[in-house]
């Protein structure tokens, strides 16, 4: 029988366990990381388990099929996103080893300081779901950023939150959770200036890693 292998890291439990909402797990599962961009993810649902996964998907991607089926997927989430990607609200990137990165913007996601997604900000989400529901052999990966304006703590914890109110919503949306992780980077991985209100903005964001399930 042949066996199924998740790409690529076997990641770490978030920091600041004590402060997530319910629901969360704090057991390390297998779950890519982007040649380790994304340390720290925890488990969305609490049965993560290499075969609830591969149950979920109904096996993983074989030899060449991975690039083809990533690619279309990227198609499609341009396609559905178009509106967004055009008005600087997403972005959808090819990374190495066949992973495709979603970057959010906050100002169309959430209000400062908080961690409930914008009725504004459901239809891009619903865009997204589509996507993701078609294309099943797949983890993601939500992660959540923050500007440098508050605490340390205070930040990990709302980027912890934030990254949840997606992934809870993904749910809502038959998204399978097993597919599902989050993590929260607070502000340690700015993208640009936190000196001005332009870079902030830019800092507060939501990405969503895409990765393939691999069959070996």
């Not at 797990?25 to 969305?44: D, E, F, H, P």
């Amino acid at each position: 029988m042949k066996k199924i292998s998740i790409a690529v890291v076997v990641a770490v439990t978030l920091a600041g366990c004590e402060n997530l909402p319910t629901g969360y797990t704090n057991q390390g599962v297998a779950i890519g990381a982007v040649s380790g961009a994304v340390l720290g993810a925890t488990a969305y649902s609490g049965n993560r388990s290499r075969g609830a996964i591969i149950g979920a998907i109904g096996g993983g991607l074989a030899g060449g099929a991975v690039g083809t089926y990533m690619d279309n997927q990227k198609r499609d989430l341009e396609k559905n996103l178009a509106k967004e990607i055009q008005s600087g609200d997403a972005k959808v990137d090819k990374l190495p080893n066949d992973v495709v990165r979603i970057t959010m913007t906050s100002h169309s996601a959430f209000d400062t300081n908080s961690t409930v997604v914008k009725d504004s900000f459901y239809s891009t989400l619903d865009k997204l779901s589509d996507v993701m529901t078609r294309y099943q052999k797949t983890t993601l990966t939500v992660v959540g950023y923050t500007d440098n304006v508050g605490s340390d703590k205070y930040n990990q914890d709302l980027s912890q939150r934030r990254a949840y109110s997606v992934a809870q919503y993904l749910e809502s949306k038959h998204v399978n959770p097993v597919r599902l992780a989050t993590a929260g980077k607070g502000e340690s991985q700015p993208v640009a200036s936190n000196t001005t209100e332009a870079g902030r903005q830019l800092n507060r964001r939501v990405e969503i890693y895409v990765e393939p399930v691999r069959e070996s």
